[in-house]
């Protein structure tokens, strides 16, 4: 029968598209060499280049040029200041192996890491490639996927995996996409500030810039929303062509998180915030996976001071409605206060007292037979503009 506990489990298909946690801490696992002050297998926490510049992470070729470019994107957008767990691994390891790694890291922060940043970067480079990146990728997402479920329904941890397409081909045909998958706690990145052939001879992503990007984000902002300016970087590629010059509106097709550019506006910009699972999944998006995760932990939190409560019920064992009521009004409250009021969900300014919070709590159960208080908790997402649609014409009026 197992301990007494909390139990909430996510709802899916509500949207109708064809939830105080550390949102956006990051942990970035990555291929690596140990020096006198960096160990493999061991996590280190640090708040600024500069910090991981002192234990050693220096941008040399054949050491950690690729974990200390993929820091300093990230501290170029999120700021000094931001906490930053770094986790690294041997660099004959694959590319699943530093997916496994990642259990090691997420359970040593005790709930405090809610991305994982994957920077892939063996001692020899794959060349191996299926449907246009590297072969058994579909797995390593689903291996991915499996991890994070496990430490959102195990641990109330919820977390989203960063993944590069590494070894992406450059041809846009060749990718398979996502339509059929339900990956919905893993983005993958296209795109990098380096060049394929250049020194480096980049075969990831700049997927820094995401994970900086996303840290300084609250959890219902897009991390493609042009208010917040362009990106930090000068230049992104994929593979050799600049991002200007290549068809991104079939990778955005696709499902992949890449760049783009606006017109009138300076600078590189993330397209949207995709995750890799269909378009019909309600956590299609990012900004809706991360607003319901905090929901939800903020749900446990609230749930769990009910515990072994002394429920009173009816003549038929049923929960009275005052209790019920109170229940309800503490999870409103609660979600209410840690997000609505910070503008994380959307509150029906028409409506009265509209929080964008709902709970309801099962008054038919018999809670005196199966100690059960079950209930459902809705929360209503922003809308995001994605088309804009407009005529423009002459007012002879004028």
């Not at 905090?294 to 049923?318: H, M, R, S, W």
């Amino acid at each position: 029968m197992g301990k007494p506990s909390v139990d909430i489990a996510f709802e899916n298909g509500n949207i109708g598209t064809v939830a105080t946690s550390p949102d956006g801490i990051c942990v970035i696992v990555s291929s690596a060499v140990a020096n006198g002050g960096f160990l493999l297998d061991k996590h280190f926490i640090v708040y600024s280049l500069k910090e991981a510049e002192t234990l050693g992470i220096i941008p040399s070729i054949a050491g950690n040029y690729e974990l200390h470019k993929t820091i300093k994107e990230f501290y170029a957008e999120a700021g000094d200041g931001t906490e930053l767990w770094i986790y690294g691994v041997a660099k004959t390891k694959t590319l699943d192996e530093l997916i496994t790694a990642s259990e090691i890291v997420l359970t040593a922060s005790n709930r405090r890491i809610r991305f994982v940043t994957v920077k892939y970067a063996p001692s020899v480079a794959e060349v191996v490639v299926t449907a246009g990146i590297r072969t058994g990728f579909p797995a390593t997402l689903a291996a991915a996927q499996v991890i994070a479920d496990k430490f959102t329904t195990e641990k109330t941890q919820p977390v989203v995996f960063i993944i590069e397409a590494y070894n992406y081909t450059g041809i846009v045909a060749d990718l398979v996409g996502f339509s059929a998958s339900a990956n919905n706690r893993v983005a993958v990145l296209i795109g990098d500030t380096e060049t394929r052939t250049g020194a480096t001879a980049s075969k990831g992503a700049a997927v820094g810039v995401l994970a900086g990007r996303i840290a300084s984000n609250q959890v219902h902002v897009n991390v493609g929303r042009v208010k917040d300016g362009a990106l930090k970087p000068d230049s992104f590629y994929i593979l050799d062509k600049p991002v200007e010059q290549v068809n991104i509106d079939a990778i955005y097709d696709k499902g992949f998180i890449t760049l783009t550019t606006h017109t009138g506006k300076s600078g590189y910009f993330f397209v949207d915030d995709m995750l890799a699972c269909g378009v019909d999944d309600d956590y299609h998006f990012l900004t809706r996976r991360r607003v319901i995760d905090k929901a939800y932990v903020l749900a446990n939190q609230a749930l769990t001071d009910f515990i072994l409560d002394t429920v009173p019920i009816t003549n038929e064992g049923k929960i009275q409605a005052p209790y019920a009521k109170a229940l309800e009004a503490e999870i409103i409250r609660v979600i209410a206060k840690e997000m609505t009021s910070k503008g994380e969900l959307s509150a029906d300014t028409t409506v009265a007292n509209d929080t964008g919070v709902q709970c309801i709590i099962d008054t038919t159960n018999n809670i005196a037979q199966d100690s059960k208080i079950k209930g459902k908790i809705k929360v209503r997402p922003h809308g995001y503009g994605r088309f804009l649609e407009f005529t423009i014409g002459f007012n002879t009026g004028l």
